[in-house]
């Protein structure tokens, strides 16, 4: 089990992109840079296999970080983006194909009566953000530490994702005033939330959370403090903007929301409802929604918003999403995987937390339960390096950071879960023997 699978093809594309990208890549984590430093190219994905370009076949579980909740190559999404295409690829204009997503999304949904469609989580997330400043004309906006939120210039303190992968506390470019009114408060810790709040609370347009926090890997909050900061923000008048773009259609068709029964006055979703294409949408009640241009003053526009293909991918994967029993099915499978793995962990004593919700898992070597950034200081990620590369060299493809979560899609039958489960007890034990 000791071999190293080939990567000559991988290094060389990755030697020539470094020609071509920043760090040879067109977005950070992918550049292996908390692990090994030498990127997989990925060629090809089916089901829940992906190959790279050495021809090394690999169990997916990144799924794109995420929104391939069906797995690769979907043969609905696939017959569904041809017939789109057949038709063309972008038209600037409104297709029927935006209502049907709507429809298909708002008509199950009970926390937002409109949406709109934009490009990317970030620009969700930004979008968003000046909807809640317009709506309630304050400026101040709240995040919590170990939160991610795109890239926006406001979310770039103090966040997740790759900045805390690369052990820093915010970008170089973002002027300090443009994170002035961010104010960052740790997470479910209601002193620091009410003693915020007592001090500005007046001025604040929003508190912005992942509901189910999973770009610092994952830390459970509990439904406790997402209901004390749904009433403390009613309290001042203040949005509760969950940001679902890892958890909606994730944990439950209607994401966290659902999941723990609050209701934000904002949310935004991401690259799931794409299936795989570039979309992030961002919807509220329609009063607030009321705000944004053209009906109000909130500005807000883009070309590819809506795109025709995108919509169509989403359409598919999510008409399977809502069928009876999608969720709970995932729920299942994942628990049983994530318990095997933990039982067998608990039995040879090892230091290891391999946490799960809905479909989503995380592990650590802390041996603690992980809540707030303030568990993380100081983590140990060696142990993470070594089981990754031992993953990758039998045949398990996970997130290249200690930091990012993992994803089951709905064709990680249970026969390939307990073979993945073999192969991270088997990884264990190499890195625990170390
Ligand atoms: N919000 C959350 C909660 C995210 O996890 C992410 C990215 N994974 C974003 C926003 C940004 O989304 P994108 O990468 O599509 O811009």
């Known amino acids: ?40 190219f990925i060629k090809r994905g ?13 169990i997916d579980f990144c799924a794109s970080w995420g ?54 989580g970030t620009e969700a997330v930004m979008s968003a953000l000046r909807l809640a400043r317009g709506y309630t004309g304050r400026n101040k906006v709240v995040k919590f530490e170990g939160c991610y939120h795109g ?29 002035n009114e961010t104010l960052v408060l740790p997470l479910n810790d209601e002193a620091a939330l009410r003693s915020c709040f007592q001090q500005h609370g007046f001025d604040i347009a929003c508190a912005i959370i992942e509901p189910i926090p999973a770009n610092n890997g994952l830390l459970l909050q509990g439904g406790e403090f997402l209901k004390t900061l749904r009433s403390v923000c009613s309290e001042y008048g203040a949005l509760l903007f969950f940001d679902e773009v890892i958890s909606g259609f994730r944990v439950s068709f209607n994401g966290a929301a659902a999941y723990y029964g609050i209701t934000p006055d904002i949310i935004t ?26 009906d109000g003053p909130v500005y807000q526009a883009g070309t590819l918003s809506g795109n025709p293909v995108a919509m169509a991918a989403g359409i598919a994967q999510l008409t399977v999403c809502a069928e009876e029993g999608f969720y709970q099915d995932q729920e299942k499978r994942t628990k049983a995987f994530v318990e095997n793995v933990n039982t067998y962990a608990k039995e040879k004593g090892y230091d290891f937390e391999f946490v799960t919700i809905g479909s989503i898992f995380w592990f650590n070597f802390d041996g603690k339960k992980n809540i707030t950034r303030a568990d993380q200081i100081n983590p140990d990620m060696s142990k993470f390096k070594q089981l990754h590369a031992f993953l990758l060299n039998n045949g398990v493809y996970i997130g290249p950071s200690g930091y990012e979560v993992g994803f089951i899609s ?25």
């Not at 296999?49 to 090394?56: C, F, L, Q, T």
């Not at 406001?154 to 506390?169: D, H, Q």
């Not at 709905?410 to 034990?429: F, T, Y």
Request: proline share 6%.
């Open 46 to 58: 089916d089901g829940y296999k992906i190959w790279d370009e050495d021809g090394n076949e690999f």
């Open 151 to 179: 890239h926006t210039d406001a979310m770039l303190v103090k966040a997740g994702s790759g900045l805390v992968t690369f052990g820093e506390s915010s970008s170089a470019g973002v002027p300090a005033a443009f994170v």
């Open 410 to 434: 709905s064709v990680h039958n249970p026969e390939i879960l307990k073979k993945a489960a073999e192969v991270i007890k088997q990884g264990l034990d190499h890195v625990m023997a170390e």
């Open 1 to 40: 089990m000791s071999h190293s699978i080939s990567r000559s093809n991988s290094e060389k594309l990755f030697q020539k992109a470094k020609t071509y990208f920043p760090g040879g890549v067109n977005s950070p984590v992918r550049a292996f840079k908390s692990v090994d430093g030498n990127p997989l």
């Open 67 to 120: 929104p391939l909740i069906l797995g690769h190559n979907h043969p609905a999404i696939y017959r569904k983006v041809v017939e789109a295409l057949q038709n063309g690829t972008s038209f600037g204009a409104p297709t029927a194909l935006e209502n049907e997503l709507a429809e298909l999304i708002l008509s199950r949904n009970p926390f937002i009566d409109k949406i709109r469609f934009v490009s990317s």
């Open 269 to 294: 979703y991401g690259k799931i409802i794409g299936g795989g294409l570039p979309v992030g949408a961002y919807g509220a009640r329609e009063e607030i929604m009321s705000c944004v241009s053209p």
